[in-house]
């Protein structure tokens, strides 16, 4: 019953949201600052099968007079496959006072039916379903310290309620609150399609005993983003370095799974572990003022996974994509992966680019 109400009130709100956008162009003749956009979702994965939904979103200014802060953006996401899977978002990116600070809001809640693989003297090796009810809410911001470097804190609160297949594990409940202490290095031309210049990230995440975690762990989350100009500033080389290390207790829950964005072509779900690297490169070739291809290629490797064959193995990935800029006034892209990854592949709908 909770899925269905869940798809009645999401329709509701997306005809609330498309009558809105039938009267943003008359807003946006009065007032330039806000851009509206709805965006469907229609997408194919071999975990959770046919999704579909909604994504209307938001670009603004909270300072009409501030012309050195990028645009802040809000979104609703509504999705629902046919797994049985649904998930619902509310994602916030904020930019204020002469880009000086920048803030997040995100909250997510859905069921997420998917499978993992299981190799132990136990059970028969091979993929078995679990489901989680998770809720997430995360909070965070960002001030800055000196020219292009930033520093700052955010919160995020998990609950997640896992069952698995033939009870090969005992089911879960895991409730976590973690602290998390951030640096930012950006020279980007843009937030949202940087055309030059570079992002550094280093985020340590905490999960201390003391602040509500059952157990200890923590995380080290690293990435380095370039952006090389090509064909007089049409198109763009980026590359991209992420390293994901877990320490400690780190919960089924926590464990870092190969693909999204870090490495695309793998979508069962089968190689996960404590922690992930990743390097990968993309061409960005912008054949018209708002279409575009992608080309891309890259490979990871895990370590902490329960099977021990996997551990330090490489996975390569490499596919194409297309791009359709969302927005009017502001690069942001929405578009379309294929990806094939080790004995794996995958389809990913984009909502910006993949770094």
């Not at 993992?116 to 800055?144: C, H, M, W």
């Not at 020219?147 to 033939?166: F, I, P, R, S, W």
């Not at 791009?323 to 995958?346: C, E, M, P, T």
Request: hydrophobic share 40%; net charge neutral.
């Amino acid at each position: 019953m909770q899925k269905y109400i869940f798809i009645i009130s999401f329709l509701c709100s997306c005809a609330i949201v498309s009558a809105q956008k039938q009267e943003s162009d008359s807003i946006q003749k009065k007032d330039k600052n806000i851009d509206i956009t709805v965006m469907p979702f229609l997408n194919f994965n071999r975990n959770l099968e046919f999704m579909f939904g909604a994504i209307p979103m938001m670009m603004y200014k909270l300072n009409k007079n501030d012309e050195v802060s990028p645009k802040s953006m809000s979104g609703l996401s509504g999705v629902y496959s046919t797994n049985n899977s649904y998930f619902i978002a509310f994602f916030n990116r904020f930019f204020f006072d002469e880009d000086k600070w920048r803030a997040k809001f995100f909250f997510f809640n859905g069921d997420y039916n998917s499978q993992f693989y299981l190799e132990n003297q136990d059970v028969v090796p091979g993929f078995y379903d679990y489901g989680t009810k998770a809720t997430v809410v995360s909070i965070g911001a960002q001030r800055r310290i000196v020219q292009n470097l930033y520093g700052g804190v955010t919160y995020t609160y998990a609950h997640y309620n896992t069952v698995y297949e033939d009870d090969v594990q005992p089911p879960s409940v895991v409730e976590t609150n973690g602290i998390e202490l951030n640096t930012l290095y950006d020279t980007r031309d843009a937030i949202y399609y940087p055309m030059s210049g570079e992002k550094v990230q280093l985020r340590w995440i905490s999960f201390p005993e003391w602040f509500g975690n059952d157990v200890a762990a923590e995380k080290i989350l690293a990435e380095y983003n370039k952006y090389i100009p090509m064909k007089n500033g049409r198109d763009l080389i980026a590359a991209r370095f992420s390293g994901k290390f877990g320490l400690g207790d780190i919960a089924f829950q926590q464990q870092q799974t190969i693909g999204g964005k870090d490495i695309r072509g793998y979508s069962q779900g089968e190689f996960r572990g404590d922690g992930l690297m990743a390097i990968q490169g993309e061409y960005r070739y912008n054949f018209a003022k708002k279409m575009g291809l992608v080309g891309f290629a890259g490979v990871a490797t895990i370590y902490g996974s329960d099977t021990e064959a996997y551990n330090w193995d490489l996975y390569p990935g490499a596919g194409v994509g297309y791009r359709y800029q969302a927005f009017k006034k502001v690069k942001f892209n929405i578009g379309l992966d294929a990806a094939v990854g080790k004995d794996d592949w995958g389809i990913y709908f984009r909502i910006g680019e993949a770094f």
